[in-house]
T-cell receptor, first 111, second 113 residues
Framework: KNEVEQSPQNLTAQEGEFITINCSYSVGISALHWLQQHPGGGIVSLFMLSSGKKKHGRLIATINIQEKHSSLHITASHPRDSAVYIC?????????????FGKGTHLIIQP | KAGVTQTPRYLIKTRGQQVTLSCSPISGHRSVSWYQQTPGQGLQFLFE???????NKGNFPGRFSGRQFSNSRSEMNVSTLELGDSALYLCASKGGQTRYGYTFGSGTRLTVV
């Protein structure tokens, strides 16, 4: 079973700051997922990546397969970015699906 | 296209009862996975179904079970409910070559009293 470590657990920043959230995992994977969860529970998939870097708007996700590490960056942060950000990896191999999650990073962006 | 639909949204049950939750995946998605989210343990994987077969299972007791129908709709059942089963139960569907992999439903919030 894959283990996922995420840091920091909590992060408060001022509007406009550059945000970095880190994720490390224990077992080699086919793809890593970054998710966003707002109060109320709904989870939105932000990125699925298996190598390199992806960008969507102000969000950037990178992954280093050799080091088993990924980062999620938010540029020009805004109060609407306040949410819990969760890193997830496949629960196990063998072609079956299902995710194992980090504990999440609770991000608050203050105006 | 329609997203992942979970019913009911909220549920209150008494300890010892059983409960069945439903998940309708995105049309064409054949993989459905279930998750439990609690404040203490965070998100945990329950099980995953593909074409009516359970392919993967997390570390939960046998009171937690599920099934998938030929139309890919899935149900999960929890028997002999305990107070600690109070949680948000989420399902996600996955299929084909998608940009994000998984699409999550809004969840069912179960309260056991």
């Amino acid at each position: 079973k894959n283990e996922v470590e995420q840091s920091p657990q909590n992060l408060t920043a001022q509007e406009g700051e550059f945000i970095t959230i880190n994720c490390s995992y224990s077992v080699g994977i086919s793809a890593l997922h970054w998710l966003q969860q707002h109060p109320g529970g709904g989870i939105v998939s932000l990125f699925m990546l298996s190598s390199g870097k992806k960008k969507h708007g102000r969000l950037i996700a990178t992954i280093n397969i050799q080091e088993k590490h990924s980062s999620l960056h938010i540029t020009a942060s805004h109060p609407r970015d306040s949410a819990v950000y969760i890193c997830a990896v496949p629960h196990s191999g063998g072609g079956a699906d299902g995710l194992t999650f980090g504990k999440g990073t609770h991000l608050i962006i203050q105006p | 296209k329609a997203g992942v639909t979970q019913t009911p949204r909220y549920l209150i049950k008494t300890r010892g009862q059983q409960v069945t939750l439903s998940c309708s995946p995105i049309s064409g998605h054949r993989s459905v996975s279930w998750y439990q989210q609690t404040p203490g343990q965070g998100l945990q994987f329950l099980f995953e179904y593909f074409s009516e077969t359970q392919r993967n299972k997390g570390n939960f007791p046998g009171r937690f079970s599920g099934r998938q129908f030929s139309n890919s709709r899935s149900e999960m059942n929890v028997s002999t409910l305990e107070l600690g089963d109070s949680a948000l139960y989420l399902c996600a569907s996955k299929g084909g070559q998608t940009r994000y992999g998984y699409t999550f439903g809004s969840g069912t919030r179960l309260t056991v009293v």
